[in-house]
């Protein structure tokens, strides 16, 4: 039997695991699923479990996330982990406290196909996409790392496209809702916008919120910036966004990294005010991050500024995104799970 064929911990399922210990009391399933969900728990750690079955556990459980490096930055405010995933790929993490909320970040994919120029993780190209069990574990591992403080959000918007991801994503949010106790109303999913993931997410039970990257609000513009509009250009994006708004009642945000002239000017916030008002949408600023691939600079403060005052001139309810853990590669658009850190 090779590592692989062994399921890591947050892989196997209630059923699995109840299997797992059929000769064992019965209570002893949910004590187990407890101990890794709510209390965050490894097999090793559950002190209340005989000696000899925590190490059993221990090896049938494994972690799918080993810790290659953990950086922080913010005065400790700021934690990125780059994990070893069993199979040798690599991913990233972010987990930012704040006074009034603990958020952590998270990956769904190894990579990203979707190829926008201007992020980190679109230029190194799509690997593989992350298993259930290997997004909630970047949760868990977060729980612990945040004690005694809790984790209050969870956002999708690690390395990856969640929506390209959807069955395991969905199945992610379900477990760190369900089981891991957070709140459906402080889960975000943030997309380049697949229209058929979008509807789908319309239709499932649970109303998260749904972050859509726009970055630009032509066409001519967003085919450049972002590849997969000649896929969903922007008509067919806006009407699922507003199907969205009106099965969930939530609120949609709008992400748009400010690129020094190029989707900076007054008309480019022009447009994104026409795209964002009917569809009641708050829009995210967020200053460009330096990547790798991408010359092109962020804008100015000054413009950031200005940016944000056009659009609530325009009826539009905007913030700039407050910038974390840039200095250890660790914000926005810069996650790129690289071979040393
Ligand atoms: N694929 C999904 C999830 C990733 S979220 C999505 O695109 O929404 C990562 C967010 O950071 C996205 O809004 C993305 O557009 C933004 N981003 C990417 N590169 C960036 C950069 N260099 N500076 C600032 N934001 C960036």
Redesign the pocket.
């Known amino acids: 039997m090779t590592v692989r064929d062994v399921r890591a911990a947050y892989d196997v399922s209630r059923e699995e695991l109840a299997a797992l210990l059929a000769d064992e009391p019965a209570y002893r399933a949910r004590q187990v699923w407890d101990g890794l969900h709510r209390r965050a728990l490894r097999p090793a750690e559950m002190t209340e479990l005989p000696l000899e079955l925590r190490a059993r556990l221990e090896a049938q459980l494994p972690a799918a996330l080993g810790e290659a490096a953990r950086r922080t930055a913010d005065g400790g405010d700021t934690v990125k982990w780059l994990w070893d995933l069993r199979d040798g790929r690599r991913v990233e993490t972010v987990l930012m406290a704040y006074s009034d909320r603990v958020t952590v970040c998270v990956s ?1 994919q190894a990579g ?1 196909a ?1 190829a ?1 120029a ?5 230029q190194m190209g799509f690997d593989r996409h992350l298993t259930t069990g290997e997004i909630v574990e970047q949760v868990v591992a977060a729980v612990r790392a945040a004690r005694p403080r809790r984790v209050s959000n969870v ?10 991801n959807y069955d395991r994503t969905w199945a992610a949010v379900e477990r760190i809702h369900g089981d891991l106790g957070v709140s459906a109303r402080r889960l975000t999913i ?3 916008g697949l229209v058929p993931g979008i509807r789908r997410l319309a239709d499932e039970a649970l109303p998260v919120n749904l ?3 726009l ?1 630009a609000a032509n066409d001519v513009l967003r085919d450049r910036l ?1 590849p997969m509009n000649r896929r969903y250009p922007l008509g067919v994006l806006a009407e699922a966004c507003a199907a969205y708004v009106a099965a969930t009642g939530r609120r949609l945000s709008i ?1 748009w ?1 400010l690129i020094d002239g190029t989707n900076d000017r007054p008309s480019d916030m022009a447009e994104l005010a026409r795209f964002a008002r009917p569809l009641g949408a708050h829009v995210n600023l ?6 790798p691939g ?1 010359p092109v600079r ?1 804008s100015s403060p000054q413009r950031v500024l200005e940016a944000r005052e056009e659009l609530e001139r325009s009826g539009v309810n905007a913030t700039v995104r407050s910038t974390r853990g840039v200095e250890i590669d660790a ?5 790129a799970a690289p071979g040393r850190l």
């Open positions: 769904t990203c979707m926008c201007f992020c980190a993780t679109g956002v999708f918007m690690g390395m990856g496209e969640p929506l390209a943030s997309t380049v972050a859509v990257s970055h972002v992400e990294a967020i200053p460009l991050n330096p990547t991408y962020g914000a926005c658009g810069q996650l």
